[in-house]
């Protein structure tokens, strides 16, 4: 089952293998058992999460959405 995870405080992660576009038209596929994207805005590698979350003092609630069968 894919699901998405809102860690308390930090980012989404996003659980699976994707296929995405990076910001120069290159086709790119993920590896390893799923991604973390950022939820603060201020990561210095949108859309994926560098731990700048710590250093802002973002703050939001865990929630974890699965999709249905």
Known sequence: MEEIKCFENGPYFVSGTFTYVDADGNEQTTTGK???????GH?????FCD???KKVGFEA???TLKANE
């Not at 799923?34 to 603060?40: F, N, Q």
């Open 34 to 40: 799923g991604v973390a994207l950022c939820r603060c």
């Open 43 to 47: 990561s210095g590698n949108l859309p």
């Open 51 to 53: 731990g700048s979350h």
């Open 61 to 63: 609630p865990e929630v």
